[in-house]
C-alpha cells in the first residue's frame, strides 16, 4: 500500500525558514511525480510545487516563486520542499501525493496516495 509521511512542519515567525519531508513507505518515489500541495482554513487545496522523476519542478503558486523550491533525494526516498522567508500567508496544512503520470500538474485531482499533512503555522 502507498503511503506517504509529511514531516517537517511547525510554528515559525515571518521571515523564517522550514523544510519539509515526504517520505514514502512501502514503495519507492523514483518512479513517481511528487505534488507539494496546501490548504488554509476556509480555503481550497492548492498545488505549490512539483517535481517529475526527472527531476523538473514546476511552480504552481505565484506567491512562492523565489522562495519555496522543491527537490527529491531517491536514494533517502524522500521529497522535500524547503520554505525561506515565510510569510502569514504561507499558514496551512501542506500535503505531498502521488502520480504516476510523467508530467505535473497543480490540479490536486490528478494526485492520490495522500499523506496525512503537516500543519505550518507563521506568525509573529
Known amino acids: 500500500q502507498l503511503q506517504l509521511v509529511e514531516s517537517g512542519g511547525g510554528s515559525v515567525q515571518p521571515g523564517g525558514s522550514l523544510r519539509l519531508s515526504c517520505a514514502a513507505s512501502?514503495?519507492?518515489?523514483?518512479?513517481?511525480?511528487i505534488g507539494w500541495f496546501r490548504q488554509a482554513p476556509g480555503k481550497e487545496r492548492e498545488g505549490v510545487l512539483c517535481?517529475?522523476?526527472?527531476?523538473?519542478?514546476?511552480n504552481y503558486a505565484d506567491s512562492v516563486k523565489g522562495r519555496f523550491t522543491i527537490s527529491r533525494d531517491n536514494a533517502k526516498n524522500t521529497v522535500y520542499l524547503q520554505m525561506n522567508m515565510l510569510k502569514a500567508e504561507d499558514t496551512a496544512v501542506y500535503y505531498c501525493?502521488?502520480?504516476?503520470?510523467?508530467?505535473?500538474?497543480?490540479?490536486?485531482?490528478?494526485?492520490?496516495?495522500w499523506g496525512q499533512g503537516t500543519q505550518v503555522t507563521v506568525s509573529s
Open positions: 517535481i517529475n522523476r526527472g527531476g523538473r519542478a514546476t
Open positions: 512501502g514503495f519507492t518515489l523514483d518512479v513517481y511525480t
Open positions: 501525493a502521488v502520480r504516476t503520470s510523467f508530467f505535473c500538474s497543480g490540479a490536486p485531482a490528478d494526485f492520490r496516495s
